[in-house]
């Protein structure tokens, strides 16, 4: 199976213990590209998931200060980020957004900072990828104030919102993400926008270590589990899980302007190489 995980946060301490066994099984479960979010523990860690990507070759990476830590973010947090988005193996900003959910930091400071990524992302020419929890009406309305006319959409990580939401963020560019939370028997909300929208405009993630699937719910979540994401957005596409995990990986490709696949051989020596 050929999948892509587009959005996972590898650095995190769930994974101190097994962190190279994680990413093993990952491999081993079709995973063959991982985009590793770099929102890292907050501000003072902003290249937290780098050096994973430097490590590997399958693995890309993002920059971005989340919602949460918005009340923490400096001019100095800010510069920071538009270094690090010159990095190569950088192919996009974010987590960024609006969360209303826990309100972390206030809605205000939410915005200023949301506002000021989008202009920095802009600069950097990097796509968006945002988390948005309650907050879309804000959420879409800065988005098509700041960020429409960039034309480097971006994308809805761990999509949470109704089919017109997702139809304005496909009027900007954007591609969305669905998790392990749309295979829980009560979620069939996001299952419906999933076969509504078109399959071009799809992509599955784990939001590892977050949102296990069905299976699993309750546990530690890590990328070879996005599998089963696939297999449950797949049967109400009416296709195979192969076929729509190929599509999803196909768009993440495409999108971020990513080479196919390599071959196993190609793979091995790449991590053989990373490794010494």
């Given at each position: ?175 969305v993400s669905f998790a392990g939370n749309s295979t829980y028997p009560k ?17 599955i993630e784990t939001d590892a270590p977050y949102l296990a699937p069905q ?62």
């Open positions: 199976m050929d999948l892509i995980d587009s959005h996972a946060h590898i650095d995190f301490p769930q994974f101190d213990e097994d962190r190279a066994e994680m990413l093993a099984r990952a491999r081993a479960a079709g995973v063959k590209t991982l985009l590793a979010i770099g929102t890292g523990p907050g501000p003072e860690k902003l290249d937290a998931a780098l050096p994973y990507a430097e490590q590997h070759g399958w693995i890309y990476t993002s920059i971005g200060i989340h919602p949460h830590e918005a009340k923490e973010a400096t001019t100095e947090h800010l510069d920071r980020l538009t270094q690090l988005a010159r990095h190569p193996k950088v192919i996009a900003w974010g987590e960024i957004g609006l969360d209303y959910h826990y309100n972390f930091s206030p809605p205000e400071t939410q915005q200023r900072i949301f506002r000021e990524q989008l202009a920095l992302a802009r600069q950097s020419k990097l796509p968006v990828i945002i988390h948005c929890r309650e907050a879309w009406p804000d959420c879409l309305a800065l988005l098509e104030e700041n960020w429409r006319s960039s034309g480097l959409g971006g994308i809805f990580h761990c999509f949470s919102g109704t089919l017109e939401e997702a139809r304005r963020g496909l009027e900007m560019g954007f591609l979620a069939q909300n996001l299952r419906n926008v999933a076969a509504e929208l078109p399959l071009a405009n799809l992509l299976s699993r719910r309750g546990k530690r979540n890590e990328p070879a589990f996005v599998a089963e994401v696939a297999h449950a957005l797949a049967s109400v596409r009416n296709l195979s899980a192969e076929d729509f995990a190929g599509a999803t990986a196909e768009n993440f490709r495409r999108f971020f302007r990513l080479a196919p696949a390599s071959s196993s051989a190609h793979l091995a020596a790449e991590e053989r190489r990373a490794s010494n």
